[in-house]
DNA sequence: ATTTTTTGATTAATCGATTAACTTTATACT
DNA sequence: AGTATAAAGTTAATCGATTAATCAAAAAAT
C-alpha cells in the first residue's frame, strides 16, 4: 500500500501538488482553483485517507504545532490532571502536547529540554525543578516560549501561573486560630522552592500577626525520606502534646503521610487534633471527618498557561506575565 | 541569533552538510573523513549548541522515533503510572511518547489516532475502548505497529500485554471462599469488555466451583454515574445483610466508591464486612485495617508492551503475541 | 610509467508540504 | 482592435538531514 501524499493525490487528478495542497489549505480563494477541481481534490482526498505529514509541514513551516510539557511527575494526581487537562485545550487550539518527566531532578530537566527542542516544540510548560533557575534563563535567552506553572522565580523575568500561595494559607492558618487552635505546627518539604516558601511565609506571618508564633511550630521533612521522616516529626511533636493542637500539611503528598501516621498512632483526625491540608485527596473523601483542605483550580491553571504559551508563539512581541490564580480553602 | 542548522556548521567549517552529517552519525568510518576533521565537527557542533531537527531527519528517514499512547484518563492514577513507566523505557530506547485521552469514548479514540498517525508515530500502544475492535483491525490492516496493553481482543490477531484477570480473582475468590465468607458480592461495571468479563468470569467461576453461586452475588454499575449506582448497589445488598459477608471490587476505581459508601453508612470493614479489591489505592494505606488488593505490575506491562512494540517497528516481519503478566494478591 | 587502491570529501536527489512568482488562457473594457 | 484584468493553474525553491553515487588527489602496486 503506497503511502498518500499531496503528490498521489495530484497525479491522480493530473494536477500540481501545489494545487492540492492550495485547495487542503483553504488558499483556493480569489479564483486560485476552480470549484470543480476543489471539490474533486477534496474528495480524492477523503476517499484515499489522506492524513497530511506534520513533519513535512513544520519542517517547512518553521513550527511543529506541539508543546513541551514538563513535570515532576506525570504519575502524581496534581500534574496527571494538569496534564489533562493542558491536553484537552491545546487540542482546541491544534496543539500536540508532549510529556516530560524530571522526577524533580535538574539534569533530567535539562536532557527533556534538549530533548523537547530536538523536536521542535513550539513551546514549553514547566514545573521547573529546584535550582533551575540558570536552566531557564538559558531558555529565555534563546527566546523559546515559555510558562512557568505552578511554581516561579520571582527574580526572573519569566510568564508564570502560579496561586496566592502566602495569602490562602495566611488566611487559612488565621481561620485556624480563630477557631481556638492556637498552638498549629506546619508540615512541609525542607526545600527551597519559592512556592512552598511563600506558603510557610503565610503560616508564619499569621501566626506573627497572632502573636503565637516559635520555631517549632513549622517541621521540615524531605521528599526523599518522607514516610519515614514524617515519622519522626509525628512522634517528637506528640511528646510534647500539650504544645500541638492542630496540623496543616503543606503538599498532598505529605498530607497522605501525615494523615497515616496520626491515624497509625490511633488518634481520632478532628477530635484529638486538627488537620488541614493543601490539595484535595480523594483519600479525604473516605473519612467519618471533614478535612479542610485547599483547592488549588487546577483547571483554569492549565488553562491559562496554554493561553499565555500560544500568546507568546503565535505574537512573538508579548512581554512576559505573572499571574496568581486563587486557591481556595473548602471547610 | 541564526538557528544552528549542519549547513551552519558546514560553512563555518568550510566543508560540505555531507561531511558534517556523517561525522555527527558516526558513519565516518572506512576512510569516509579524517580523524582531524571529524574532531573538528564535533567540537564546533558542541560550540554552536547544535540541536538536530527531528523533524528533518523524521522526515527524510520515514520514521519519527516517536510513539503515540492511547490511554483513557491521564489523570487516573493506573494509567499514570503506566504512562511514567513507559515514557521512561522508551526514553532510553531514544523514543518520545506522545499521550492522547480518550475519555472512554470511541469517536475520541479514533480522533486521536488519525492525530497521532499525522504526527507520524511509529506505533502505538493503546488501551482500548469499548467497542473499539473494528477501529483496531483497521490499525492492523494500515500495517501500523500496535500493541494493546491492560485490556485486548482475544478474537483479533493483534499483539497486547494483558495480566491474568481470570486466574487472579478466581484464585481471589476461593481464598476469600476458604476463610469462610460464604456469602461474597462481586461489584463490576456494567460494561462489556475483556479484560472486565474475565475478572467477573474469575469470581462466578471460583463461586460455582464451590457450590455457592447465585446470580444476585454478581452487582453492576456504571461508568457514569458511579457514585450514584454505588449508593444504590450498596443498600441493596444491605437489605438482605445476612446475605452478604464480603464484597469484591473490580477495579480501584469501584473500589473507592465502594468504600466510600460503606464508611458513610458506619460499617465497620473487615469485621462487619470483608472487603477486597483490584488494584492499589494510597487511600487504603491510610486505615486502621488492611484490605486484601490485587496488585499488577503495572512496570513491567509497561515494559513488556514497549519491547513487543519495538520489535514490530525495528523489526517488520514479526509476528503478533499476547503476554499474560501475574498480577497477584496482596494480604 | 601506468594502473589500481585508498583516503577524504562533495554532489545532488530525496523525504512531503508550502508558497511566491510566473504562465497561460479567457474575459472585459475603452 | 488593443489593452487590462481575472481565472486557473504550474514551476521551482525551500525547510534540514540523509546517503548513494561520484570525484579528486595521493599512495601503492605492477
Redesign the interface.
Known amino acids: 500500500?503506497e503511502k498518500v501524499s499531496l503528490k498521489v493525490i495530484a497525479r491522480e487528478l493530473g494536477v500540481s501538488a501545489a494545487t492540492v495542497s492550495l485547495v487542503l489549505n483553504g488558499k483556493n480563494k480569489n479564483g486560485r482553483v476552480s470549484e470543480e477541481m476543489s471539490q474533486k481534490i477534496i474528495d480524492k482526498a477523503a476517499e484515499l485517507n489522506y492524513?497530511?505529514?506534520?513533519?513535512?509541514k513544520?519542517?517547512k513551516m518553521g513550527h511543529?504545532k506541539?508543546i513541551g510539557l514538563i513535570v515532576a511527575?506525570?504519575?502524581?494526581?496534581f500534574?496527571?490532571?494538569l496534564?489533562?487537562h493542558i491536553?484537552?485545550y491545546a487540542?482546541k487550539e491544534g496543539y500536540?502536547?508532549?510529556?516530560?518527566?524530571t522526577n524533580e531532578k535538574l539534569e533530567e530537566m535539562e536532557k527533556m529540554i534538549?530533548?523537547l527542542?530536538?523536536?521542535?516544540v513550539d513551546g514549553l510548560i514547566i514545573t521547573p525543578a529546584e535550582g533551575s533557575e540558570v536552566l531557564i534563563g538559558s531558555i529565555l535567552e534563546?527566546?523559546k516560549p515559555v510558562v512557568l506553572v505552578d511554581r516561579g522565580f520571582p527574580e526572573l523575568n519569566v510568564s508564570s501561573v502560579l496561586i496566592n500561595n502566602y495569602e490562602v494559607c495566611y488566611h487559612s492558618t488565621r481561620l485556624l486560630i480563630n477557631k481556638g487552635y492556637k498552638k498549629p505546627v506546619f508540615i512541609t518539604y525542607k526545600q527551597d522552592q519559592f512556592h512552598t516558601n511563600e506558603r510557610k511565609r503565610g503560616f508564619v506571618e499569621a501566626m506573627k500577626d497572632a502573636g503565637l508564633f516559635n520555631p517549632y511550630h513549622v517541621k521540615e521533612v524531605s521528599y526523599q525520606c518522607l514516610e519515614k521522616d514524617m515519622e519522626k516529626a509525628i512522634s517528637q511533636l506528640l511528646k510534647y502534646k500539650r504544645k500541638v493542637d492542630a496540623i496543616f500539611f503543606a503538599t498532598n503528598t505529605i498530607s497522605?503521610a501525615g494523615?497515616?501516621s496520626l491515624?497509625?498512632r490511633?488518634l481520632l483526625i478532628q477530635k484529638d487534633i486538627q488537620v488541614m491540608c493543601f490539595d484535595e485527596?480523594?483519600?479525604m473523601?473516605?473519612?467519618?471527618f471533614k478535612v479542610p483542605f485547599i483547592k488549588q483550580p487546577i483547571e483554569e491553571m492549565a488553562k491559562r498557561s496554554l493561553e499565555l504559551l500560544i500568546g507568546q508563539i503565535e505574537n512573538k512581541d508579548i512581554k512576559p506575565r505573572k499571574l496568581f490564580l486563587e486557591a481556595k480553602l473548602i471547610n
Do not use: C, H, W, Y
Open positions: 500500500m492524513i497530511p505529514n506534520s513533519l513535512a513544520g519542517l511543529s506541539s511527575d506525570i504519575s502524581n494526581v500534574f496527571g490532571t496534564a489533562l491536553q484537552n487540542e500536540t502536547v508532549i510529556i516530560g518527566n534538549t530533548f527542542n530536538s523536536r521542535q534563546s527566546k497522605m494523615v497515616k491515624l497509625k490511633g485527596t480523594d483519600a473523601n473516605l473519612f467519618p
